[in-house]
């Protein structure tokens, strides 16, 4: 069943006890309750960069979840296989798409449209590390590729998903930034750039289209570990076990390194309609590096007598 909105003085939304919701609201004041096993149930998602590390990882939360997926890539084989592992054609379809191609994102999106009847989720996940190195002394040609990656690849799955979405008046953009998309220092120049930039898109759209019905968002994680992340501290993509350490040894959270289902669970939640009235956010998934976290303690973590003015102490 669905109700209306209602909320307690808490906060809490009510509803009448016993009923099962019925799903595939149109209402955008109402709230579904969907099994927790099902929070895309009847949802259809395109996913870019889908073959490797938090795009595959999303794409199965997102199958696990009741969607349909429309995966791009430009690893052709490892996508293949992906969709094989998902249940093939019934769950999910494979299309090459090179992000830096406009008309093939533009396939891409309509796969899903002509494919699965439409599209709810678009998540703009493909990246690299991209140039790295001084700004003095970074090619123009790798900066170009690295933006037109990151950034104009990203400007055409919002461009194209948003299109169909504003028409529905329904979906969830959600794109991937990182921690240096917050900070500077924390990435090379140009996939910092891009992430800034991606930051800057979603608030810019989720402006725009609100009135449409429409949600947009980001994720912002720390170093994950995930191919490209094993790549940078290994030397070789497929150490996710060394990577895996190396992160949890440098963790703000205790023994904990960042997973690619840590983002795949973000990029669930703002996907489904629990986040409903969440847009424009950033989401860090970052053991709390950007709000100051560390591995080390924090200054004045021991306790002492409080301090006062002239080096005086205590309260008496
Ligand atoms: N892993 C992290 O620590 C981390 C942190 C913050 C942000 N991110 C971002 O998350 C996203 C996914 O990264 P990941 O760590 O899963 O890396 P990954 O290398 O495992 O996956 C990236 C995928 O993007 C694809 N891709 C690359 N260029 C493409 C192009 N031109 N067109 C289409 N697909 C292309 C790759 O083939 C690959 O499958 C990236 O945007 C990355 O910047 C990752």
Not at 64 to 70: D, I, K, L, M, P
Not at 287 to 308: D, I, L, N, Q, V
């Amino acid at each position: 069943m669905r109700w209306d909105g209602g909320v307690s003085d808490i906060g809490h939304a009510i509803r009448p006890d016993g009923d099962k919701p019925a799903m595939g609201s149109a209402n955008m004041n109402t709230i579904e309750e969907h099994t927790m096993d099902q929070r895309l149930a009847n949802k259809v998602a395109v996913i870019t960069g889908a073959a490797s590390g938090i795009g595959a990882a999303t794409a199965k939360t997102y199958v696990e979840h009741g969607a349909r997926v429309v995966l791009g890539d430009i690893q052709d084989d490892l996508g293949a296989a992906l969709v094989a592992s998902l249940g093939g054609a019934e769950n999910a379809t494979f299309c090459h798409c090179d992000v830096t191609d406009e008309q093939q994102v533009e396939a891409l999106v309509e796969a899903a449209v002509t494919q699965y009847g439409g599209i709810d989720i678009m998540f703009n996940c493909a990246g690299i590390v991209g140039a790295v190195g001084p700004m003095s002394t970074t090619p123009a040609a790798e900066w170009k590729l690295t933006i037109d990656i990151m950034l104009n690849g990203v400007f055409y799955g919002m461009k194209h998903a948003s299109r169909h979405m504003k028409a529905a008046g329904s979906g969830s953009i959600i794109s991937m930034s990182s921690t240096a998309g917050v900070m500077g220092g924390l990435g090379p120049h140009a996939y910092t750039a891009a992430k800034h930039a991606v930051i800057g898109m979603t608030k810019g759209l989720a402006a725009e289209v609100g009135l449409f019905g429409v949600r947009v968002n980001c994720i912002a994680p720390a170093g994950m570990a995930t191919p490209m992340v094993a790549d940078v501290l290994t030397g070789d993509h497929q150490k996710l076990d060394e990577t895996i350490a190396a992160l949890a040894e440098g963790s703000p959270l205790k023994g904990r390194a960042g997973l690619a289902q840590d983002v795949a669970n973000a990029a669930l939640w703002l996907a489904s309609d629990e986040s409903g009235y969440t847009s424009g956010l950033t989401l860090t998934v970052d053991a709390g590096a950007t709000t100051g976290s560390t591995a080390a303690p924090p200054a004045f973590a021991e306790y002492e007598p409080m301090k006062r003015e002239a080096g005086r102490t205590g309260v008496e």
